[in-house]
């Protein structure tokens, strides 16, 4: 397997919120492309060359890697830790047609027309400058190749039982996603913001993540307590001024009364945008 260092250059503005603390990456690396890519699927086919922007540990990037060939795919990501976990993905299950590289989507270090498919998957959501982004996106694309994305919106999240402190969870996560730089609501944005960065032709819809089964339920629900007081969210939480160690602990303890619930629901809701390079 080929593997590329591309340097970042330095013009994001906007800081991660979730960080890669071991409960983000329990989510990330749950994510495939039958169940976070769905809306892409049906324009891929043998052959296409596709840049995987925010790859993070790179399940998505193998799936498209194994749809495309004996096209290449490019997994970038702004941390260079998470590409290690990337890369071993893509090793162990023998893909020879991806390579990794460190990048910043506001500037990609690639020449124009680089692209078939540029995908991004819950990216713009954390970055400073969406517009810019996807102008960078369609920037490496070739004409006639496809920009993706998909990101969740918060504010539209769903849930049953309806206990109070898991709506202070959701109004704490919009301060501090907000105070990061970046747009929790971003699902419901992505149509305008293809918009504004100048594609004509975009075909947007809406998918869901559902999670009401027990082991779902206690997955999510685990993997939310863990991350409101372990990972990078809950240090910046406390050390911008949004909540206490203990107002976190309580959230956390929340997750795991509603995890615990028989009849427990949730639903996660996602704005899509596929947006044609003319």
């Known amino acids: 397997m080929t593997h590329a260092s591309v340097p970042s250059a330095a013009h994001e ?78 090793d162990g299950r023998g893909l020879e047609n991806v390579r990794f590289a460190v990048a910043d989507v506001h500037a990609l270090d690639f020449p124009d027309d680089s692209f078939d498919v540029v995908h991004a998957h819950q990216v713009l959501q954390h970055v400073g400058d969406p517009v810019t982004a996807l102008r960078e996106m369609r920037r490496v694309c070739r004409p006639g190749g496809i920009v993706a994305a998909r990101d969740s919106d918060y504010g539209a999240f769903a849930w049953f039982p309806e206990l109070p402190v898991l709506d202070g969870w959701l109004e704490l996560y919009h301060r501090v996603a907000r105070a990061n730089g970046g747009e929790p609501d971003a699902g419901r944005r992505l149509y305008s913001w293809a918009r504004r960065a100048g594609f004509t032709d975009v075909t947007a819809t809406a998918g869901t993540w559902c999670f009401a089964t027990p082991g779902e339920r206690a997955w999510w629900s685990g993997l939310w307590a863990d991350r409101t007081t372990a990972s990078g969210y809950a240090d910046l939480a406390v050390s911008g001024g949004h909540a206490t160690a203990g107002e976190l602990a309580a959230i956390a303890e929340a997750w795991r009364e509603w995890g615990g619930r028989e009849d427990a629901w949730f639903m996660v809701p996602h704005g899509e945008i596929l947006c044609r390079v003319a």
Not at 34 to 50: C, F, Q, T, W
Not at 52 to 57: F, L, S, T
Not at 72 to 87: C, I, Q
Request: hydrophobic share 45%; charged share 15%; net charge negative.
């Open 13 to 90: 503005t906007a800081v991660y919120t979730h960080g890669h603390h071991e409960s983000v990456l329990r989510s990330h690396s749950w994510r495939t492309a039958a169940n976070s890519a769905a809306y892409l699927l049906p324009a891929l086919r043998a052959g296409l060359d596709v840049l995987d922007v925010g790859c993070g540990p790179g399940t998505i990037t193998a799936d498209l890697a194994a749809l495309v060939a004996p096209g290449r795919v490019t997994g970038v990501d702004a941390a260079e830790d998470v590409l290690v976990k990337a890369r071993a993905v893509a």
